[in-house]
């Protein structure tokens, strides 16, 4: 647990092993971490160390089949049912048969908000990612990167305390990432929640997160976990500090010893 | 030479007119005239044939001087129509008496036409509305030459009535029988077809909602679905018309099984459609069974529902028709065109059988309309 701020996600002796056609695949083992309230934690690690999985663990989307995990103090399956997650995948899963202001209410329409509350939190949250004036577009009417913006919209339109998002910008060019990493940051200074977010890039994970969970895989575990010293105030420029780079040296080395394991 | 531009239709109509002037006598009754000048015998095209003849020439050469895509295609459209019926009207009194030229000459009206369709499917018009018209006139002048050399040959080398009559004698037929095909179409489309088609595909779809429900009903009913889907309609017919009479109910249940299995399989199919990261993300919404439904399944399976929509539109035509070859009332288009051909009235028949296209053409047209309007958003729609 750090600091005073009450856990979000507390995970120990976690553990999933997949049954495959080729035996048993050990996804996870023994992952201890808290993830405090109002935290940034990003999860990196190259393919196959288990990020994604521990994410959708979280999530409820997977089982653990050993350890335990708890999300606000409940299972994963109670947080799931009382709406605790907003997830954001790694392609954005609009619907394309809905205009983007349909997709956010998406979510909304399930939880049976009024239609009142729904246009206010739609028109809220299009704000807050700077897609007004879309509304009325479909999906495959807009680029890649304001699908993206679309689908963390959606993910942020209802009350969720804890927002997961796994590689959300991976498919995306390198400056419009920069761009929804900037707004993502303001984003989480703004609205206060806990996020989760899993990338392969150890620049943008030291520029977001206030905590880094370095993995490796086989057995997918984690490996190291650094706490930024940056301030929560950061200009992209940041990216340039010493103070930032010695904190990407450190990610760096953390995956290799996670590599050489391998070797 | 830059205000010459050659098509190769146009030289070989030119070139069919030559080898009808060589060959000389358009039909028999020409020809014997020719061999005995003393008698006065009547023989067609006595006056049109170098008419036609001209006209085919001209057109295409004009057709092949360099001027605007729209003047050359209405030059075409006019030589070859103009010929085409100079040649159709003038072979009445003298059917099946028709001679090589007679041939060569409709063949060559007929390159015409497929210049004019050429020039036209090349015209790229700004205009949405002239695009329009285009798209419409050029299967219409298609659909135009299927039914002109149709009505030429069976008219020109005098084929029986009973093997295939003209065009125009199943227009005529069409055209006094009117009340008959409105009360067999009745009978047949708007009771049994719609009937049937309606609860088969409604029966479907259920079936596949309650199959995706119901783990036991996906293993134990599928298999089964997939054998009534193998039953032989010749078989199944007889016993349906003995168990609801001879009058339409007994159609629908034809139609309704011969419709039932395409939409629970493509129902079944459409609901394994949608990505897992779709569902993924419902799941994470505590989203319920009913609420995923018909939020996220149902429309991402409506391709694969419209699909079975369409076939079945067809398959409910034939079920109705073929089962009332089972016995049924007298009216009905099924039984009209087995009475009409036990006496030799082929004209009926293919009259029945146009009203059958006719209203098949209707009845997929509508579907797809709906389709276009519900999945606007599937790539093969939107194009993209």
Redesign the interface.
Known sequence: MTGTSPAVVAASKLGLTFQTNDGPVQALSNVDLTIGKGEFVSFIGPSGCGKTTLL?VI???EKPTSGTISVNGMTPEQA????A???V???A?L???RTIERNVA??L???GLSRAEQAERIKRTMDLVNLSGFEKK?P?QLSGGMQQRASIARALAFDADLL?MDEPFGALDEIVRDHLNEQLLQLWARTNRTICFVTHSIPEAVYLSTRIVVMSPRPGRVSDIIESTLPKERPLDIRETPEFLAIAARVRDGLRAGHSYDD | MNWLKPSWQGVLAIALCVVAVVLGAMSKPEAAALADTAASAAYPYHATKLLMMGLVVVAALVSMIRIAPLIEAGVLFVGAHLTAWLLISGIGGFEGTALAPYYLLLAAAWLLGWRCVAVLSDIRPAHKGSRTALRLVIPAIFGAWILIIWEAVTRGAGIPFILLPPPSAIGARFANSLPILGADVRQTILKAVLFGYIVGSGAGFITAILADRVPFLRRGLLPIGNMVSALPIIGVAPIMVMWFGFDWQSKAAVVIIMTFFPMLVNTVAGLAASGHMERDLMRTYASGYWPTLVKLRLPAAAPFIFNALKINSTLALIGAIVAEFFGTPVVGMGFRISTEVGRMNIDMVWAEIAVAALAGSVFYGVVALVERAVTFWHPSVRGG
């Not at chain 1, 799931?80 to 709406?83: A, I, S």
């Open positions: 959708r999530a409820d989307l799931r049912e009382k709406r997650y907003g997830y995948f790694q392609a899963a619907f394309p048969w998406l979510p329409e399930i939880m479909y495959w997961l």
